[in-house]
């Protein structure tokens, strides 16, 4: 057959081992039997069907392989040389306030817009004045009912930059940001340990110094903050494993639009005088007029009061006044102790406000008092023998109380682990500490003792001015605040925050057309007619003059009024059946109390 003729005239291949001569594209037989085995079968084989010899197109393979390779190692190894000697870098862990400033910075940039790998975020919506306008149906005018279904849909999502490494230029430099993450065992508060993820990000730029990444990093956070400088940011103690690590132990759980001091239903006088004795407490100045004179560098303030009359809300109020991040502490929480909480006081900023609420509450109370021996006539002492009865019985008395509250109370935190955070040895300097209280009188001498509370501060029912200063704020139209700010990037001024908004048009009234829905509610009236500001402080007069002073707090008055946010009339007409309904409330529930003290007592 023609094929076994052509097979037969086909030259023969020199097999393994055998040195041949060939071309730079022609590699040695053996060479290429050594990373193909059983190369020369095949390549007779193809030779002998198709009739072509695939050890030239093998050959230029294997040499542009090569070359590749070569040229791939002697760029990593030149890469690497060049970054250990001639770049620097800057490493941010996830649990630091700056991860998130650099983030959010990323995210408005081109490397998060053209980037071939992206992390896609949910957004989301910010409630303030700002934006109301671009939501659409956002007119609460019409009576319309609102379908909060699609508007989720209407929020963009965020991107960022995904794990591994991006590039990017800015301001002419050109920078390496790598993200990535790792796992690390870390204890958990049970006393076990887990697998956590732990994310880093590490900037780095040409050039042996770190100066333009802090620039960068600087230029992060000034964005971060000239965007959250009409805002107060919410911290509380960190989870007990994030603690356990040694890490920042506090976390931000809230961002919230800084509270305009106008708004706290406060005296004026009492106002101007907290302001004052902070703003120059905070002063630059004072650290240095505190250590001449070898005085702690601390202010302390209680507010005590009823519930409701807005303690809280001064100390969030402060904390916008001043653009200070406020740090809440529950003295209640069952893992935090005495270690964790002098760890907190010593992790907090230079400059900030402490809050801890409802102090009374968290089992710092004074301890009871012996009872004072008084004198009796001799006819009336009692003899040995029931003296010794009375002691025995009052001392298992003293200690079932003393058992039932170690059993009830599960924090670890005494009254002298509290003091010696407040104003130990070791204590932080330069804070805002702020306790609330509803009942002063229960709490040791020794934690509102001068020195470590400084200022109190009475909150009472509210008054005839402060009932009347609700009502024409609750009926008065959004005002716009500029925001004044001075070389820090916040507002400073105690006045301007002191001196209360008086628009022209402020209030609103409605024309008393309800519509009813199928299911016979009520929707909001559909028109509503502006009131002169001389026609809203005559109602707000009005209002005052029929609610009892020093009988309702501002906060039932201002729940009252949120019923009827956009009726004052109504609200005018309304308030004595709503004062006669809540005193009638009250009544009862003085009575069951009084009832139940009996029946204990019996």
Known sequence: ????????????????????????????????????????????????????????????????????????????NAYAYFKTYFMSFISIESDDDIYEHVMDWLGEQQVSQKSQSLMARTGHYSWDADNVDDVEGADEGDGTLLNF?????????????????????????????????KQMMVTSGWGGSMLRDEETIRLTCIGRSTQPIKDLIKECQDRYFDKKSSRTIVRRPATKELRSRGRNPWTKVATRPSRPMDTVVLEHDQKEHVLADINEYLHPASPRWYANRGIPYRRGYLFHGPPGTGKTSLSFAIAGVF??????????????????????????????????????????????????????????????NSQIGAEIAKAIKSASKDNDKGKNNTQGISLSGLLNAIDGVASHEGRVLVMTTNHPDKLDEALIRPGRVDMKVVFKMASSTQISKIFHRMYSADAIRANTKTANG????????????????????????????????????????????????????QFAKLVPQDTFTPAEIQGFLLTRKKEPRRALEEIVDWIEKSRETKAAKSKGWSAGSDDKSS
Not at 150 to 163: C, E, G, H, S
Not at 518 to 529: F, L, Q, R, V, Y
């Open 490 to 541: 916040h507002a400073h001024s105690v006045q301007n925050h002191l001196t209360s908004i008086q628009p022209k048009v402020v209030g609103r009234m409605t024309n008393g057309d309800i519509k009813k829905l199928p299911n016979g509610t009520h929707t909001p009236p559909s028109k509503e007619k502006l009131i002169s500001e001389s026609e809203l402080l005559e109602i707000a007069e």
């Open 323 to 384: 653009g200070l991040d406020i740090y809440c502490i529950s003295l209640l929480e069952p893992t935090l102790t005495e270690e964790d909480l002098g760890l907190l006081f010593n992790n907090l900023p230079r400059r900030c406000v402490v809050l801890l609420e409802d102090i009374d509450s968290a089992g710092l109370i004074r301890r009871d008092q012996p009872a004072e021996t008084a004198e009796q006539p001799a006819a009336e002492k009692k003899d040995d």
């Open 149 to 181: 279904s699609n508007w989720d849909a209407k929020i963009p999502p965020k991107f960022q930059p995904y794990f591994g490494m991006h590039r990017f230029w800015h301001e002419g430099r050109y920078f390496e940001l790598k993200r990535e993450t």
């Open 1 to 76: 057959m023609s094929f076994g003729r052509n097979f037969q005239s086909l030259p023969t291949i020199a097999p393994a081992g055998v040195n041949t001569t060939g071309s730079i594209t022609q590699l040695p037989a053996n060479i290429l039997e050594a990373f193909i085995p059983g190369y020369s079968i095949i390549s007779r084989f193809l030779l002998e069907a198709l009739g072509f010899d695939v050890t030239v197109v093998v050959s230029v393979c294997f040499l542009i392989f090569g070359l590749a390779t070569s040229i791939q190692y002697l760029w990593n």
